[in-house]
């Protein structure tokens, strides 16, 4: 079960002169509580930043299409990590002036629950249900007198640091 699809981007304003004016793309998989184990990117590609420019309203990022074969990911993860790529990557262009002297990378990691952290969750989310729901019966008849001349409110001292 995918927890998140994290995006994260770099921009190097020097790149090499064959990494200019590219958009570089790594996809990972984050399958265990030990990243550096799994941040082997599963995907990596790498496209002009001018290809996306010129059709970047009806680009598909095709690229990622070879995901929604992968039975760990879910298709409607594989969509929501399109659509923040491309909000992303056109963000980024719109704000780069220079945009043909820069290279982007981008890394795309999904990162999965574990069947163990899924039961504790679920066995708190139970638990939280049912320990609510019987303080709330126990509670029902249950009715505490305020007594509001006995309560002061004081006012906070905002004057505490003098110069």
Sequence with gaps: MVEKVSIKHEINY???PEDAGRIKVYVSILMSEDPIRDRRP???FS????????????????QLNCLED????????????????SR???HLMLYLHNYQDCALSIYITFKFISRTRVRIL????????TTTSR????????????????MGIEEPNWNIFHL
């Excluded at 409607?76 to 399109?82: F, G, H, P």
């Excluded at 709330?136 to 006995?150: A, C, I, Q, T, Y």
């Design 88 to 90: 992303l990557v056109t």
């Design 47 to 62: 496209l002009p930043a001018k290809e996306f420019r010129d059709s970047f309203p009806s680009y598909r990022w095709e």
């Design 70 to 85: 992968d039975e760990r990911i879910d298709v409607s993860q594989v969509d929501l990590a399109r659509r923040e790529l």
């Design 122 to 129: 679920e066995q708190c989310v139970l638990s939280e249900m």
């Design 135 to 150: 303080i709330f019966e126990d509670e029902k008849d249950m009715w505490l007198p305020v007594d509001e001349s006995v």
């Design 42 to 44: 599963i995907l990596t």
């Design 14 to 16: 020097n790149p090499k």
